[in-house]
């Protein structure tokens, strides 16, 4: 069996507070490949960044000063371009899951492939988590179906994850 994590596809990510065209730009890509996961029996596992009223006040929120993915509001809500139903939704307050890592983990998948948002951000520091937890499954990045804060970091996360025995194609 193999795992598809789709990082925070979120509205603020996509075309909220946060959001930029190169998000916008992969939302079809990921909805590919989510069909084609779930087509093939295998298991999706989405992530939702998560925050509360007081984001501002906590020490992400004094670094980035930009309300988004506030529990229950619109730009907390995942895509609604993407096929969700079925699969697994793991709230998370910070940019990596312990709790996706051990999930993921304890599925015991031939092979796990991660897309979504921020390449430079979540979706470096969930592979990242994933990689430490089972360093001798094959770890895939999909680039096509991930975009970064800019394009700059975008393909600096990439360079980062393929120098960490991440799979980037």
Known sequence: MKVLCVIDMQ??????SLGTKEAEAIVGNVENKIREYLDN???VIFTRDTHEENYLDTQE???LPVRHCIRGTKGWELSDKLTVEGSEIIDKP???SYELAGKVAALEPESVEIVGLCTDICV??????IKARIPETPIFVDSSCCAGVTPDTHMKALDTMKMCQINVF
Do not use: H, P, R
């Not at 509205?11 to 909220?16: E, K, L, P, V, Y």
């Open 41 to 43: 029996g295998d298991t």
């Open 124 to 129: 470096v520091s969930n592979a990242l988590l």
């Open 61 to 63: 929120g004094k670094m």
């Open 94 to 96: 910070s940019f990596g």
């Open 11 to 16: 509205n603020d990510f996509i075309d909220g």
